[in-house]
């Protein structure tokens, strides 16, 4: 009888599960149409019925499945409210096929850290920018994050009808990244990406210091990683503190696994154990290739205003 399947391919398995569960959800509490939206700190950061439900659907899940493992979610919540129609039980059959990377055999549940946003691009998801939504699970070990899935719950929603809506995508460290099809940003363009809603003069400065030829603005960390993946996008620049550690686990985990790399402004990885501060305060750059390209142009003035 085959070796039952490593502890980190089990979690992402259930985690991919999870995250399809949470994207009907997000569909459902769009079509029912009471979004129930609370302002957080403010008008740009909004907490909506669907960023709740599916919070505690996928930590209540993954809880039940790996009770040791530390799961960090953005929003603050009570667990006791977690109806059984919100669990997840299943699992994706297909990533457990998967040989697990030798250097994560090991791993035990309790060193697992997994970042939950349960709804990235809350704000465009308010204002019906439905394709920059996406719910993000990042699992960490080490500090790095070494595995994530992205589900994107309206990927084909202007395709019309007959289409199919929605797509997760996934990868681990070792194996790669299912779910899309990896393209290159044309070569010899630098098409930059950034914040929809969050911009200042210092975001706006150093996009400026980088020349590029296009700047495409949209929601959602998740989002701004997946222009990146598929060539629509040759660098992510963020240079302000608003990001979280949420935002950025699962996407980094799916970037680097297709050899991609994604750091602060300063070149510094993140960290992800548990005890780490939640805020990437000294903003995002990232690349699918030739990060050294746009990291040598990030000005000396933007570096010295953000302190990681």
Request: charged letters at 20%; one cysteine or more.
């Amino acid at each position: 009888r085959m070796a039952s399947p490593a502890l980190l391919m089990r979690v992402v398995a259930s985690a991919y599960s999870a995250a399809e569960k949470a994207a009907t959800i997000v569909r459902n509490v769009m079509a029912a149409g009471d979004l129930g939206i609370v302002e957080k700190t403010g008008a740009n950061d909004l907490q909506t019925k669907a960023d709740r439900l599916v919070q505690m659907s996928i930590c209540a899940s993954l809880a039940r499945k790996f009770p040791k493992v530390t799961i960090i979610g953005e929003e603050e919540l009570s667990t006791d409210e977690v109806t059984e129609e919100l669990i997840e039980d299943g699992h994706c059959e297909e990533i457990l096929k998967k040989t697990c990377p030798a250097q994560y055999t090991g791993i035990k549940e309790e060193e697992l850290v997994i970042w939950v946003d349960p709804l990235d691009g809350t704000k465009e998801y308010t204002e019906g920018l439905l394709d920059h939504v996406t719910v993000l699970i990042g699992i960490a070990y080490g500090g790095k994050a070494i595995a994530g899935v992205i589900n994107q719950p309206y990927y084909n929603y202007e395709a019309g009808a007959g289409a199919v809506l929605g797509r997760t995508i996934w990868g681990v460290l070792g194996i790669g990244a299912f779910g899309f099809q990896l393209t290159e940003a044309p070569a010899g363009k630098h098409i930059v990406v950034t914040t929809r809603s969050h911009s200042n003069a210092l975001v706006n400065d150093c996009i400026s210091a980088l020349n590029p030829d296009s700047v495409i603005r949209v929601g959602g960390a998740g989002n701004k990683i997946i222009q990146l993946i598929e060539g629509k996008a040759s660098a992510y620049v963020f240079a302000s503190p608003g990001c979280k550690k949420w935002d950025t686990c699962a996407p980094e985990a799916i970037l680097h696994a297709v050899g991609g790399k994604i750091t602060d402004i300063h070149g510094n990885p993140f960290q992800y154990n548990k005890e780490v501060k939640h805020m990437n305060s000294a903003g995002v750059l990232a690349a699918l290739r030739n990060y050294d390209y746009y990291a040598s142009r990030i000005p000396n003035t933007v570096k010295q205003s953000l302190v990681p």
